[in-house]
């Protein structure tokens, strides 16, 4: 027997395996294809304080390797989604979710993660302050140190559950961010989000995504992930959720050796909406094929 | 409801300019009706290719797709015996008015072929519909003997003239009466048209470029009168009265 157990700031988890934010909606999506009580637990759609339609379609793209989206933060609202989403996960989803929460201006994360923080049905608040896909907000605070600290400390101030910022990629450094984040109070960190791409269609000329840019994901940019979640891992001392590419259980455990705590999954469940379950499925035999009798102990070995 | 399955493609091929004919063995259970949409995983190629079912039964799925680029050419190349893995049953697909007797089934391009299965359907339930198929030109026409088979009084117009009435699908709309509703499926250009040149009713399938095709990306999203919907699971679908152009 393996142990596949890890603790995110003193919340135990089954595995690591979590389903990232946009890529498992509010987890209704996903419960007819298996039961989703195997995961660890699941990232919910980026919320914001107003409902919000998103941006123009197309919204997609396809890469070698990977994809790209300018969904651009479409979700009911964060009152929505404790009225109505959190009450119906309820009636298939017996664990805690991952709480991500976005915003386009300080008082907006803290108006949301003061309320989401309320809800027991929340183990872990997921603060993203790298959207790509927002003007005046989302990824424009996550490139800069100083907001990445003022975000963290207005959402520290109103909240009692652990808060993890999610990091953007889109930056020439992610250490200081990290560590500004960490000095702020942040519990733990989340990375990465997508990476700002393009595509442009031979048919037209012109971009295929409306909004011109958008966030790149999928297996292509998985050594990319890895090596900030080494250098982040190795700067700072609280846990790390790594991400980006995911798609195996050999990539999980090559997250947990670059210093990630849990590993979440994001464009991989659009391509194959089983795939958490075959990782999960899997980890064990994968464990036992390296060696490794606890997950616990590979993290941050490499 | 939509499941993931294996399928094996037993035939695949040409029926008309870039326009393939594919037949695929497997479980077909999760079909439920016409104008729904399967998602093919393609060897290569990062996100699965979306195709209309154009007609099923308890063993095989029809599809007829158009190559449109790098994956949609992988297709057309795949020999017989090729194994897919595909999501099947997605999508609302169609719903047959009951209070409908002479519709009208108005196809464009490669947005014909889940008009098939829907007039089978129409004609099982009774109604007597009148098909009007439009094409670029002569070398792009398919189905025509298909629908007329069914029993169908069937229309084609070609842009160009070069087949059957020459303008757009619209031109023959407006020498008809007599019918009390529509289905359509076609380019954005000939839905709108099709929706403005008819008085009555009528259900009207979109497409959209889509990440997973079944509702967790939010990728495909519209704006409609009866609030947001995505074309690949509140669609693709629509009702005439709700749609914002």
């Not at chain 1, 659009?270 to 075959?278: A, D, F, I, M, S």
Request: proline letters at 5%; glycine letters at 10%; charged letters at 20%.
């Amino acid at each position: 027997m393996v142990n596949t157990k890890v603790t995110l700031s003193g919340w135990q988890l089954d595995n690591p395996v979590i389903p990232a934010s946009g890529t498992f909606g509010y987890g209704n999506e996903f419960k007819d294809f298996y039961d989703i009580n195997i995961l660890g637990s699941f990232s919910f759609k980026g919320t914001t304080k107003e409902p919000r339609f998103g941006n123009p379609t197309p919204r997609i793209a396809e890469t070698p390797m990977g994809m790209i989206n300018s969904v651009g933060l479409q979700n009911p609202g964060i009152h929505a989604v404790i009225d109505h989403e959190l009450p119906q996960l309820k009636k298939f989803f017996d664990k805690k979710v991952v709480a991500n929460i976005s915003g386009f201006s300080i008082d907006e994360y803290a108006y949301c993660c003061q309320l989401i923080d309320k809800e027991d049905q929340v183990g872990i608040i997921e603060v993203n302050v790298s959207c790509p896909n927002v003007d005046h907000g989302g990824m424009a605070f996550g490139t800069d140190a100083a907001n990445v600290a003022a975000v963290t400390r207005a959402v520290k101030a109103v909240t009692t559950k652990p808060v993890y910022i999610k990091l953007s990629p889109n930056v020439t450094d992610i250490v200081p961010i990290a560590k500004a984040a960490e000095e702020a109070g942040a519990d733990g960190l989340s990375l990465i989000n997508t990476l700002l791409g393009m595509r442009i269609d031979l048919r037209t000329g012109k971009p295929v995504i409306a909004n011109t840019m958008g966030g790149f994901s999928g297996p292509a940019i998985f050594p990319v992930a890895l090596r900030m979640v080494y250098q982040v891992a190795k700067a700072v001392k609280i846990p790390v959720i790594g991400m980006g590419g995911v798609s195996s259980a050999e990539d999980v455990i090559e997250m947990m050796y670059a210093g990630a705590t849990a590993v979440q999954v994001g464009a991989a469940n659009l391509k194959n909406p089983y795939v958490c379950k075959e990782i999960i499925e899997n980890l064990p035999k994968v464990m036992e094929r390296y060696g490794i009798k606890d997950l616990n102990d590979i993290i941050g070995k490499a | 409801m939509y499941k993931r399955n294996i399928y094996t493609v037993t035939e695949n091929k040409k029926i008309a300019k870039d326009v393939f004919y594919m037949i695929l063995e497997g479980d077909t259970s999760y079909i439920t009706a016409p104008g729904q949409f399967i998602n093919i995983e393609i060897d290569g190629f990062y996100l699965r290719r979306p195709i209309s079912v154009c007609d099923w039964d308890d063993k095989t799925i029809t599809i007829i797709y158009k190559v449109v680029g790098q994956g949609t050419q992988a297709m057309a190349d795949m020999p017989a015996g090729t194994k897919l893995d595909i999501l099947t049953g997605l999508g609302n697909g169609f719903t047959v008015a009951q209070d409908s007797k002479t519709p009208l089934v108005i196809g464009g391009g490669v947005g014909t072929p889940p008009m098939y299965a829907l007039t089978k359907e129409l004609i099982k339930q009774g109604a007597k519909p009148t098909v009007i198929l439009g094409f670029t030109g002569k070398d792009d026409v398919f189905g025509e003997k298909e629908f007329k088979d069914l029993g169908c009084d069937v229309y084609i117009t070609t842009n160009d003239g070069s087949y059957g009435t020459k303008g757009f699908v619209t031109d023959v709309i407006k020498n008809l009466s007599g019918y009390d509703y529509f289905y359509t499926c076609g380019p954005m250009a000939m839905l709108k048209a099709v929706a403005q040149a008819t008085e009555c009713s009528g259900q009207l399938s979109f497409e959209e470029r889509m990440g997973c095709g079944f509702g967790g990306c939010m990728g495909c999203s519209c704006k409609t009168l009866t609030g947001y919907k995505r074309i690949c699971t509140e669609g693709p679908v629509l009702l005439k009265e709700e749609i914002i152009w």
